[in-house]
C-alpha cells in the first residue's frame, strides 16, 4: 500500500467531521512537502490513540469514577489492552493488529528514538530524530487498523 493509499483507507473509515478535514490537509501538505512528517507525527499518534479509543466502550461517553466524579480514561497500553478484552469475540485479526501495534505504546526511556506515541508525546526525542520511514510505518499501521474504527 502507498502512502497515498494509506491516507485514502484513514479517511474512508474517519468520523468525516472530526477527522476527515485534517487527514486530507495532512496528505496534500504531505505530498508537497515530504519533510513535514515531523509536523504530522504527534497527530498520527493521537489520531491512532483515538481510532483505538472508538473500539472501546470509553468512546462517546463521558467516564465517571464510583462517587460520579469524572475519571481519567485509559491511555497508552492500558487502552489497548481495553480494546482486545473488550473484542477478543469479534474479529481475530483486529485482536492480532492490536497486539502487533502495542509497540507503539511500550514505556519511553530517554534513549527511545521516536518510534512510539511516548517518546512522541513526552517529548523524550527531539523531532529532528523521527524519522520519514517511521512515519510512513505508523501512517501504514493506521490504515490496517481503520476498517475496525466504532466512529
Known amino acids: 500500500m502507498t502512502i497515498n493509499d494509506s491516507f485514502e ?14 487527514w486530507q490537509v495532512v496528505k496534500e501538505i504531505y505530498n508537497a512537502h515530504p519533510e513535514s ?8 499518534y493521537s489520531y ?8 472501546t466502550s470509553e468512546y462517546g461517553v463521558e467516564i465517571l469514577d464510583k462517587d460520579g466524579l469524572p ?3 485509559k491511555v497508552g497500553t492500558r487502552l489497548i489492552n481495553l480494546a482486545i478484552e473488550e473484542n477478543k469475540n469479534k474479529s ?5 493488529l492490536l ?3 502495542k509497540v ?6 530517554r534513549t527511545n528514538f521516536g518510534d512510539n506515541r511516548n517518546s512522541v508525546a513526552h517529548g523524550y526525542m527531539h523531532p529532528r530524530f523521527w524519522s520519514k520511514d517511521s512515519f510512513e510505518k ?10 475496525f474504527s466504532g466512529f
Open 92 to 96: 481475530t485479526e483486529l485482536i492480532a
Open 9 to 22: 483507507e484513514i479517511m474512508q473509515y474517519a468520523h468525516f467531521w472530526n477527522w476527515v478535514p485534517d
Open 138 to 147: 505508523l501512517i501504514l499501521d493506521i490504515a490496517r487498523l481503520s476498517k
Open 104 to 109: 507503539y505504546f511500550s514505556t519511553s526511556k
Open 48 to 55: 491512532l490513540e483515538e481510532l483505538i479509543r472508538s473500539m
Open 99 to 101: 497486539e502487533e501495534l
Open 71 to 73: 475519571s481519567v480514561r
Open 37 to 44: 512528517y515531523s509536523v504530522f507525527t504527534p497527530f498520527a
